[in-house]
């Protein structure tokens, strides 16, 4: 199976959703941990990257690219 790609500022669905009712999150840290933040109520949650791997749904949304910010200005 592959791995699901994914990074920094992604926007991402959860398998099961935050109990303010919303299951979409943003990545806003990464290493052994991931820190994601819920759109909903902005609680912010630190997990062990293999547990956030199991948890993680599909990325909805992309972060830009830094490449492509470079190139604009």
């Known amino acids: 199976m592959e791995r699901k790609q994914f990074q ?13 009712g919303t299951n ?3 990545i806003i840290r990464m290493g052994m941990d991931i820190r994601i ?8 949650v630190l997990v062990p ?3 956030f791997e ?3 749904k599909k990325v909805l ?6 490449e492509a910010n470079t190139m604009v200005e």
């Open 49 to 51: 990257r293999a547990k």
């Open 61 to 66: 949304r992309s972060a830009p690219s830094q």
């Open 37 to 44: 933040k819920c759109v909903g109520c902005k609680h912010s």
């Open 8 to 20: 920094l500022g992604d926007i991402v669905q959860m398998k099961k959703p935050h109990p303010c």
């Open 24 to 26: 979409e999150m943003e």
């Open 54 to 56: 199991s948890k993680l």
